[in-house]
């Protein structure tokens, strides 16, 4: 029996990550960019979403500096609102399990990703956050080092909140067992949809970043090199030009505030109240399945 509650578990989370993050984009690119633009008399031309990962937002017009700010932030604010009002469903409403845990999900995607967009963005001053490099550093450094304090803080409450979720069908006295459900249900839905994102050779954001900073300081050497006639080899010019790699460090707030939550006693975070059945038949958890592969197979045709 526990066995089958993990497999159901297992395949909704999958087909509601595709829903997901498939509905923050359109979010995102849609109302935060595209419908932004509108508002500010520009002309929205095009949304374009990947199957696993991002997408982008095509749009035109002769914005002043606050019009581009607020354009070019509205994405990442859609998301954190409505992540936010997602994580306030599932702490202060009694839905159905199928709806709480998909409100879970789109809150973890909605506001973890975006906090870490918002931080490599101003970090790199890439794509959304690029605007900022017409500001003082010391702003910079602010807006990714807040990110910083933000994302530990939802990161670890997020998943207080569904640990907690998870007692309620997989009770467990012990760590181990409860980080090896947590694997089970969560982990390996993770995993596979990164491998579908993977094999979609599709660029994230953040690796997108790192890129264009690689690039940018690869560009910057030769015209160092060039100019200066430097007896430095480009390797080594290029190498102090490229920014300390960020990432590691956002992977270990992940993985901290996760190994902090599993010790938190989750009663402090959610109030304890009777959840829904978790669905004992696959038949029922079948429309789910649908709508993630309806998802995907229309935005393979439109792509």
Known sequence: MQVKK??????LTESMLILATRLGTF?????????????FGGRFESFR????????????GHFGKTATIVIS????????????????????????????LFCLLLAGVSILSQLQYLILGAYYQYSDLAFLSDYH?????????????????????IMSVFFHF????????????????????????VLLYAGFYHLGKTPLGSTAAIME????AEKEAERIKTETGSTQSLDEIRKGLEPR??????????VLSTLAALFWPASRITPKDCFPPLPSSFLSILPWLIAGGSTLALIALLW
């Not at 109302?31 to 508002?39: D, E, I, K, T, V």
């Not at 932030?73 to 709480?100: D, E, H, K, P, Y």
């Not at 990714?144 to 530990?152: P, Y």
């Open 73 to 100: 932030l509205g994405g990442i604010l859609v998301n954190l609102i409505t992540g936010l009002i997602a994580l306030r469903q599932v702490r202060t409403r009694r839905m159905s399990f199928s709806l709480t």
């Open 137 to 157: 550093p010391a702003i910079l450094f602010l807006v990714w080092t807040l990110g910083f304090v933000a994302l530990a803080c939802f990161s670890f409450f």
């Open 49 to 60: 979403l990947t199957l696993f990962a991002g997408g982008d937002a095509q749009f035109s």
């Open 166 to 189: 998870q007692e309620a069908y997989f009770p467990s006295s012990h760590v181990f067992k409860r980080a090896s459900i947590a694997f089970l249900i969560l982990g390996i839905p």
């Open 6 to 11: 993990a497999l159901v578990w297992m395949l």
């Open 27 to 39: 979010l995102h690119e849609f109302a935060g960019h595209g419908l932004l633009a509108m508002l």
């Open 213 to 216: 900073a690689c690039l940018q």
């Open 245 to 254: 790699p960020l990432l590691p460090w956002i992977i270990a707030i992940y």
